[in-house]
């Protein structure tokens, strides 16, 4: 019986051990991950002077369950999920990233933006809540350093585009892009001038499919035009 049992252990002992290691290598990876997570979004708030208290949460899931409340609301808490972080490749792409859902969970406290605006109307937030936040998101990133562009990278690279945006909380990604690029124009101007993602592919692809909505933005700049333009 000893005998045996020394056979036993001697054949999965190995095995044991390159799973200890193979757990070690995951939480590794996974610390590193929350570690950049937690540093850039610690950044965008202090820098920001965010006086409300936000935690960053790395989620090993694509995407969270579709029933699951959204805790950015509730808890203040937001998880930054696997399916998301995957499309990251710089520390601007991830600044994009949280940016964005930092000026969503800022909406949730009483108080900011002028007026008072609950959780429940942050859910159920209309689309101009999305263009305001779309732009303090820009604004977030330029005060920490930043550059913004790489808000339009990763919007462009994960973002989908929906046929009409009529009965939708949303807008088109192609509205939302060509509003950001105009705010960016008017009040950050030198990271156009000096544009560092001007070979990047991804925002090479904004430029070629953002061709009508530039032009629109060209014509209002020429003739110093403050209307609303109705981009597509």
Same mark, same amino acid.
């Given at each position: 019986?000893?005998? $045996?049992?020394?056979? $036993?252990?001697?054949m ?18 996974? @610390?590193?991950?929350?570690?950049r ?22 989620d ?32 601007d ?17 009483? =108080?900011?933006? =002028? ?10 937030s209309?689309?101009? $809540? ?38 939708s909380?949303? @807008? ?23 544009? %560092?993602?001007?070979? @990047? ?14 032009? %629109?933005?060209?014509? %209002?700049? %020429? ?10």
């Amino acid at each position: 019986m000893k005998k $045996f049992l020394a056979i $036993f252990l001697l054949m999965f002992t190995p095995m044991a051990c390159e799973a200890v290691q193979e757990k070690d290598l995951n939480l590794e990876e996974i @610390n590193a991950v929350q570690t950049r997570i937690d540093n850039v979004g610690t950044n965008i708030l202090n820098h920001n002077k965010i006086t409300r208290r936000i935690v960053f949460t790395y989620d090993k899931r694509t995407k969270k369950k579709k029933l699951t409340t959204d805790k950015a609301l509730t808890k203040r808490q937001i998880i930054i999920y696997d399916g998301l972080y995957n499309s990251v490749q710089t520390d601007d792409e991830l600044a994009a990233l949280i940016s964005r859902e930092i000026s969503t969970v800022i909406k949730s406290y009483d =108080g900011v933006w =002028g007026g008072t605006i609950d959780s429940v109307q942050v859910a159920l937030s209309s689309k101009k $809540f999305e263009t305001a936040a779309d732009k303090r998101a820009v604004d977030f990133m330029v005060n920490a350093g930043y550059n913004p562009l790489a808000l339009i990278v990763y919007i462009n690279k994960t973002c989908p585009q929906k046929r009409f945006d009529k009965f939708s909380r949303h @807008n088109l990604t192609s509205k939302r892009l060509a509003r950001i690029y105009e705010y960016i124009t008017y009040k950050y101007p030198q990271y156009l001038e000096n544009n %560092k993602y001007i070979n @990047n592919k991804y925002y090479q692809n904004f430029l070629l499919t953002s061709i009508e909505n530039r032009k %629109k933005l060209e014509e %209002k700049i %020429k003739y110093k035009s403050y209307e609303e333009l109705k981009y597509e």
